[in-house]
Antibody, heavy 120, light 108 residues
Framework: EVQLLESGGGLVQPGGSLRISCAAS????????MSWVRQAPGRGLEWVSA????????YYADSVKSRFTISRDNSKNTLYLQLNSLRVEDTAVYYC?????????????WGQGTLVTVSS | SSELTQDPAVSVALGQTVRITCQGD??????ASWYQQKPGQAPVFVIY???NRPSGIPDRFSGSSSGNTASLTITGAQAEDEADYYC???????????FGGGTKLTVL
């Protein structure tokens, strides 16, 4: 059974930083692209970032490019998202998600999410 | 354009058929995928590609695409299908993923 367990969310001040993690299990982590998708309170889904299976290729939404960094440790079956220069509008539930295969818009499994709140 | 447009809300009578649409220029080049999200839950993958259903998705869910419009059809809607539905696709450059704004489906 595929499981994606996010952690590391919390309250942070504007301009601050946070790293969120996603522990994956139930599948061969190192052959799938992975993604982060966020959802602000009461709003729709917003794609944030993705990373190829080996970690060599990364992709970012314009809204987070140069502020967020996606990475993965295939030896630990873990996906990360480093969030820097946080803004109030970054407040959202951040979902870790597994891509169906290589990088694409097909996301076949989602974690339960971790809430990041940016507020003073 | 990198936008995908969905109707904010749609309703359907129990047991009837409903179509939820998603429009965007990138859909001329890339297939959409569809996600169901119930309150307080993570999204669930329901349709991808030309018309593919992941394992466990009932066959009353189907997908289609024509021009710049992708559609999710529920044939014989059930009460448990009441949820928000999101489409997504690559953007026109192919480098980014974009989501539609979501459609709230009410089953009457």
């Amino acid at each position: 059974e595929v499981q994606l367990l996010e952690s590391g969310g919390g309250l942070v001040q504007p301009g601050g930083s946070l790293r969120i993690s996603c522990a994956a299990s139930g599948f061969t982590f190192n052959i799938y692209a992975m993604s982060w998708v966020r959802q602000a309170p009461g709003r729709g889904l917003e794609w944030v970032s993705a990373i190829g299976a080996s970690g060599d290729s990364t992709y970012y939404a314009d809204s987070v490019k140069s502020r967020f960094t996606i990475s993965r440790d295939n030896s630990k079956n873990t996906l990360y998202l480093q969030l820097n220069s946080l803004r109030v509008e970054d407040t959202a539930v951040y979902y870790c998600a597994k891509n169906l295969a290589s990088y694409s818009n097909y996301i076949d499994y989602w974690g339960q999410g971790t809430l990041v709140t940016v507020s003073s | 354009s990198s936008e995908l447009t969905q109707d904010p809300a749609v309703s359907v009578a129990l047991g009837q058929t409903v179509r939820i649409t998603c429009q965007g220029d990138s859909l001329r080049s890339y297939y959409a995928s569809w996600y169901q999200q119930k309150p307080g839950q993570a999204p669930v993958f329901v349709i991808y590609g030309k018309n593919n259903r992941p394992s466990g998705i009932p066959d009353r869910f189907s997908g289609s695409s024509s021009g710049n419009t992708a559609s999710l059809t529920i044939t014989g809607a059930q009460a448990e299908d009441e949820a928000d539905y999101y489409c997504n696709s690559r953007d026109s450059t192919g480098n980014h993923v974009v989501f539609g704004g979501g459609t709230k489906l009410t089953v009457l």
